[in-house]
């Protein structure tokens, strides 16, 4: 199977999928684009996404899958080795809560779109940009370390001693907050977990620097 992957290097939903795909082992062709400079919204691009938004994961088919953690479940049923959910399935209520923390609380509020919706109608300068980003992160990683901390769920990841989905959202969002300087001091367990994922080469090769088109 050849996987196309149409992403940008610093988007946070591109970075969880690139991280997944490294886990499960699957090359894939790298297509990038400049979100800021509107490139995916062209015909084109459209014809692919309707929403205009990156990741997208192009198959060998023609199929076009959207919207990363529907994309990573695609993995997960197609690709089940190694496993990114626990077998169990308290396991894997645990594991997606811990994603979903990331990906439904803090992403959507904190994306380019928002962002740029708050400058250009709002008048909201880049200080103010980042108090809302910062603000949104800290409600839910305060939340997010209780819940790691106190579980005995966690270990050198987020759960148990293999890394996961939930782990591939985390490891995103932390690096989106290094964009507005956002230190992880507070959150001790959190930054525990980031230490261990980002000395593991499928994550590593993940991150926004490491990709071809960061500059």
């Not at 001091?185 to 960061?214: G, K």
């Amino acid at each position: 199977m050849t996987l196309k992957l149409h992403n940008f290097f610093r988007s946070s939903t591109s970075t969880r999928l690139r991280a997944a795909l490294n886990l499960k082992g699957l090359d894939y062709d790298y297509v990038a684009y400049v979100l800021r400079d509107g490139e995916p919204r062209t015909p084109a691009y459209l014809a692919r996404n309707p929403q205009g938004l990156v990741p997208t994961l192009e198959l060998d088919d023609g199929t076009n899958l959207t919207q990363s953690l529907a994309i990573i479940e695609w993995l997960e049923e197609t690709h089940p080795t190694p496993a990114l959910l626990p077998a169990d399935p308290s396991g894997r209520a645990r594991v997606r809560a811990l994603a979903y923390m990331i990906a439904c609380e803090i992403h959507p509020l904190n994306n380019l779109r928002v962002l740029f919706r708050l400058r250009d109608q709002f008048g909201a300068d880049e200080g103010a940009q980042k108090d809302w980003f910062t603000h949104w992160v800290s409600t839910t990683f305060d939340a997010l370390e209780d819940a790691l901390a106190n579980s005995p769920d966690t270990g050198t990841f987020c759960h148990g001693d293999t890394p996961g989905l939930a782990d591939v959202c985390l490891y995103a969002q932390v690096w989106n907050n290094r964009r507005f300087d956002i230190a992880l001091d507070p959150w001790p367990t959190i930054s525990r977990i980031f230490a261990a994922l980002d000395a593991l080469p499928e994550f590593r090769n993940a991150a926004p620097p490491n990709q071809p088109d960061a500059a």
